[in-house]
């Protein structure tokens, strides 16, 4: 009986060793990125990210968001840019056309 025991205590153990492991990959993400006050630049344009994979970025000056059509590109006059507003849950072209970027 002692025996049947240990074996589901050791069973036991190391399926909450296996839940620790695989919360521990979503946990360091989180960690890793910033918080909203935070500066986190897009590497192409330096506009400021507003999620992890920075695929939408924040145009300076405005309330713009811009999603980024070819996230994958790198040269800065190739990358095109989607920008619209959100004003009152009514979204609208972005009167202010990005610096960098070609604007779709």
């Given at each position: 009986m002692t025996e049947r025991?240990?074996?589901?205590r050791i069973?036991?153990?190391?399926?909450?060793?296996?839940?620790?492991?695989?919360?521990?990959?979503?946990?360091?993400?989180?960690q890793s990125w910033p918080d909203r006050n935070s500066n986190s630049r897009d590497d192409v344009t330096g506009y400021l990210c507003t999620d992890p994979s920075c695929t939408t970025l924040r145009l300076p000056h405005s309330k713009c968001l811009c999603q980024k059509q070819n996230p994958w590109e790198r040269n800065v006059r190739k990358l095109r840019l989607k920008c619209v507003v959100v004003s009152f849950g009514k979204v609208s072209e972005c009167p202010v056309k990005p610096k960098y970027g070609i604007a779709e």
């Open positions: 025991r240990f074996g589901i069973i036991g153990s190391l399926g909450i060793a296996m839940l620790a492991l695989a919360l521990l990959p979503a946990s360091a993400v989180a």
